[in-house]
């Protein structure tokens, strides 16, 4: 079975700083996707970027990065440069190979401050 | 740019009676999916289905709990006799396959009293 851990319930970041939040992992199984998601207070649950296990590179989208280290079981996003928009509920998750079923962690709550 | 379309927004509904949520995935997307988020806590996987039939489900999907897809559009997630601890709001993904990233509706907020 795979389990995502997120150890930082909350987080307060200065406006335009970069901010990583931690994310570790446990599977298995060799083949697996590295899922973040967030969730505004409006509720929705927003995709922002996704790695696979046999990437090579860490993948980025604009100002998301995931910091993807093997051998830690980690894959900590990045934003890089944050904006008020960016705080809200930030959920790490994963599939593995055959199983397509996403495993939650608990989240972050990043608040960016002005 | 395609999304995921979830109906109603916001349910309420007394003990006892059953709810029919409603979901309309992304149109070339063959991979459905039901989780729910009790408030306050993370997102919990309900279901998967592919190819007409569920093909997972977890320890919370239990009897009280079905999917179907009616027609080529929508995916429904019914709860036939709702207890209070149904209470959450209900999401709805879809995926091109069983890979890729999982595109979530805006979700379905559901009080039971």
């Known amino acids: 079975a795979q389990k995502i851990t997120q150890t930082q319930p909350g987080m307060f970041v200065q406006e335009k700083e970069a901010v990583t939040l931690d994310c570790t992992y446990d599977?298995?199984?060799?083949?697996?996707?590295l899922f973040w998601y967030k969730q505004p207070s409006s509720g929705e649950m927003i995709f922002l970027i996704y790695q696979g296990s046999y990437d090579q590179q860490n993948a980025t989208e604009g100002r998301y990065s995931l910091n993807f280290q093997k051998a830690r079981k980690s894959a900590n996003l990045v934003i890089s440069a944050s904006q008020l928009g960016d705080s809200a509920m930030y959920f790490c998750?994963?599939?593995?190979?055959?199983?397509?079923?996403?495993?939650f962690g608990t989240g972050t709550r990043l608040t960016i401050i002005p | 740019e395609p999304e995921v379309t979830q109906t109603p927004s916001h349910q309420v509904t007394q003990m006892g009676q059953e709810v029919i949520l409603r979901c309309v995935p992304i149109s070339n997307h063959l991979y459905f999916y039901w989780y729910r988020q009790i408030l306050g806590q993370k997102v919990e996987f309900l279901v998967s289905f592919y190819n007409n039939e569920i093909s997972e489900k977890s320890e919370i999907f239990d009897d009280q709990f079905s999917v179907e897809r009616p027609d080529g559009s929508n995916f429904t997630l019914k709860i036939r006799s709702t207890k209070l601890e149904d209470s959450a709001m209900y999401f709805c993904a879809s995926s091109e396959n069983d890979s890729n990233e999982q595109f979530f509706g805006p979700g379905t907020r559901l009080t039971v009293l």
């Open positions: 998750a994963m599939t593995t190979e055959g199983n397509e079923k996403l495993t």
């Open positions: 599977t298995s199984d060799p083949s697996y996707g």
